[in-house]
Structures are given as structure tokens and as C-alpha cells.
Nanobody, 123 residues
Framework: QVRLVESGGGLVQSGGSLRLSCAAS????????MAWIRQAPGKEREFVAA????????YYSDSVKGRFTISRDNAKNTVYLQMNSLEPEDTAVYYC????????????????WGQGTQVTVSS
């Protein structure tokens, strides 16, 4: 059973920073890519960033490019999302997700999901 556990969310003022962590554990899976996907109240899930596990190639949505950085630590089976210059529009539940099969990485179609962590940015 694959398990993804997020941490690091919270309340921050506009312009501030937060770092999210996602620890993966449990059954073996291919781990093609790991991603952060967010969902704001009343909105659909939105792709934020992803990183391929083998070569650490990164992908970002236009809305966060230049402000957010995704990284991974293979030894710790952990993925991070460093979020800088946060804006109220970044307020959402942030989910960590893992892709176990080849497919489109810039999407919200992932195979395993964490429980989510709330990020709230006040103006």
C-alpha cells in the first residue's frame, strides 16, 4: 500500500514563503513522477508542479513558474515544494501525488494521492 504524507502547510501573509514536504512509503511502485496538485474552494484541481524520479526533470504551471521550486531527495523518498512570493490566489489544499505508469505528467491524473495540506495566504 503506497502512502503519501504531506506536511508544511499553514497560514502566511502575501509575499511570504512556505515549504511543503511529501514523504512516500509503503509498497513498491514505479514512481514515474511526483507532483503537487492544488484545489481551491469551489474550483477544480489544478496541476502545480511535478518532478520525474529518475532524472529530476521538472514541470511547472505558468501561474507558479519562477515562484515555486519542486525538488526531491531520493534517499528520504521525499518531495518538496518551496513556495516563495505567495499570493492570496495560491490559497488551496495542496496534494502530493505519484504517477505509477507512463502518461502525461502535466495533468491531474495521478495514481496515488496524499491527504492534502492547507495553504492559506492572507492579503
Amino acid at each position: 500500500q503506497v502512502r503519501l504524507v504531506e506536511s508544511g502547510g499553514g497560514l502566511v501573509q502575501s509575499g511570504g514563503s512556505l515549504r511543503l514536504s511529501c514523504a512516500a512509503s509503503g509498497g513498491a511502485f514505479s514512481r514515474i513522477a511526483m507532483a503537487w496538485i492544488r484545489q481551491a474552494p469551489g474550483k477544480e484541481r489544478e496541476f502545480v508542479a511535478a518532478i520525474t524520479w529518475s532524472d529530476a526533470f521538472t514541470y511547472y504551471s505558468d501561474s507558479v513558474k519562477g515562484r515555486f521550486t519542486i525538488s526531491r531527495d531520493n534517499a528520504k523518498n521525499t518531495v518538496y515544494l518551496q513556495m516563495n512570493s505567495l499570493e492570496p490566489e495560491d490559497t488551496a489544499v495542496y496534494y502530493c501525488a505519484a504517477k505509477d505508469r507512463n502518461g502525461v505528467i502535466v495533468s491531474t491524473k495521478y495514481d496515488y494521492w496524499g491527504q492534502g495540506t492547507q495553504v492559506t495566504v492572507s492579503s
